[in-house]
């Protein structure tokens, strides 16, 4: 990456994109919806079970016009989902605010690691051990979804439920590896809770992006 390109990514005027697409929203609140999503390269939150792991390393991916993205994502669909990686790594102004103008409503799927930029009208929150969110989005996070791949993972989704509001949807989904197991455990916590609901990444049953 040259200098310019450096001035320009900081900016929020091009990002890097590893890939974007038009298809159904697979998990949480928006299950089955259509949506565009833009998918952002760039994450250190580092999780040992991501299914994304060639989205960390921004400079593997292409630096893309913002205001071009947000033009091509407004012409399929008028929800747009920011993605990872870690979008919120990078200044989101300039892409979201063009996306208002084109008329889209704006999701993000974050760890919180990072401060929150740009103009977002659906926060799902997914906090992490390994990089734990910034204070200030738990208030914000429309939903809360956490990821079971083990046993202590419950005790953490509930220390992370203590911290949004009270109108956050609250979501327990299994690591796509560890499914047959942990979704069994994620039945009978949610029948003694019942404020939590499954979430289930039905994209990968459905077989599409």
């Not at 310019?4 to 089955?32: C, N, R, S």
């Not at 833009?38 to 994450?43: A, D, P, Q, S």
């Not at 704006?106 to 926060?123: C, F, K, Q, R, V």
């Not at 799902?124 to 990089?131: E, N």
Request: hydrophobic residues 35%; contains cysteine.
């Amino acid at each position: 990456m040259n200098k310019e390109e450096d001035i320009l990514l900081k900016e929020g005027k091009m990002l890097p994109v590893m890939e974007h697409f038009y298809t159904l929203q697979g998990e949480g609140a928006h299950t089955g919806k259509a949506a565009y999503f833009i998918r952002l390269g760039g994450c250190d939150v580092g999780c040992h079970w991501c299914d994304v792991k060639e989205s960390w390393d921004p400079e593997l991916h292409p630096l893309m016009n913002a205001t071009e993205i947000a033009e091509t994502a407004a012409k399929h669909c008028k929800t747009v989902v920011l993605t990872g990686g870690e979008p919120l790594m990078w200044n989101l102004e300039i892409l979201t605010s063009k996306l208002k103008e084109l008329g889209c409503t704006i999701h993000i799927e974050t760890s919180g690691a990072y401060p929150m930029s740009g103009h977002l009208d659906w926060i799902t929150l997914s906090p992490k051990k390994t990089g734990l969110p910034k204070e200030e989005i738990y208030q914000k996070a429309h939903e809360l979804k956490v990821i079971i791949f083990n046993n202590n993972d419950f005790k953490f989704a509930e220390e992370q439920a203590a911290k949004v509001s009270d109108k956050c949807r609250l979501y327990l989904q299994s690591e796509w590896s560890k499914r047959n197991d942990m979704y069994p455990k994620i039945t009978d916590f949610i029948l003694e809770h019942p404020e939590w609901q499954a979430s289930v990444q039905t994209h990968k049953y459905l077989n599409i992006p």
